[in-house]
């Protein structure tokens, strides 16, 4: 058995003149979590849906636990869940009833799907929710339904495309402990309900998110341009990062922009977030507070601080911007 459950070798698609993948690499382990970040037009869907078989790479190969995608295409899509972006259920049916169309469309004999339905929909939260409509459900109720049919068939892999987007902070939160929980190895090997050593893929836009995940790989322009573990990642810019807070902001930002040594500068919330280059730390933190009073502005806070995944993702788009004028 392969040590890998999701693979990706030099998969490319492109429409038209737009390279929406462009050469993605992926090995995903079992028990992974795996983060897909990026923005908008990144590639990140274009990515799931050549890994499930939706779409057909113009090069490259997919395997699925072993199974070629576009060859062995029903086995390969036995092993794994997809949660799309949009919602898939059916809304005229109940929350039950989608879950039975969906275990029996996957093969679940009749004397099986019952009991697995009720089991995976405790494990979601909506097993009081059985006879709710589908399209009576808030949306991230319908995120859970969508994961519940995910996982029906318990999946040895698991891919989840932007599957928080539009949700509240609460539900995200729970939506993220169940993948969690489907992630983390159980006593047993394998749980009796699916949950443990699922692999998981998972694409995202936000940052927050993508820390909670084991690797990370940032994607731009069909490419994934960085790839670590969220720690390693924001090492990346250790001691690179002010943190800086005043009056007013734009002012506070127009100064730092035109000093040497400063690569950067962007807003979060109320501060802004300087990144200097390597070593120049001490420099800025001197030469700044006299800029912004000679400026006529207010300075209320400047202070170095560890780097964030967004901090480390501008790094990264910049460069690749450099590289790819």
Known sequence: MTEYLIQASEIYKHFNDTRAVDGVSLRIKAGEIYGLVGSDGAGKTTTMRLLVGALKADAGEVDICGYDINKQTEDARSQFGYLSQRFSMYEDLTVLENIRFFAEVRGLKSDEWLARSMEILEFVGLDRFTDRLAGQLSGGMKQKLGLASALVTRPRVLLLDEPTTGVDPVTRQDFWQLVIRLASPSPSGRGDRGEGDVSVIISTPYMDEAS???????????????EDTPSNLRARLNGRVLELRGSPINLLRHVAQKIED????????DKL???????????????????????????????????????VFIALSEQSNESHP
Request: charged content about 30%.
């Open 273 to 311: 977030h300087v990144r200097v280059r390597a070593g120049k730390s001490d420099l800025i933190m001197k030469r700044l507070p006299d800029e912004i009073k000679s400026a006529g502005g207010v300075l209320t806070e400047l202070r170095a601080i560890p780097s964030t995944l967004e901090d």
């Open 262 to 269: 400063v690569e950067d500068v962007a807003a979060f919330g």
């Open 212 to 226: 909670r995940c084991h690797r990370v790989g940032f994607m731009k322009n069909g490419k994934i341009i960085a």
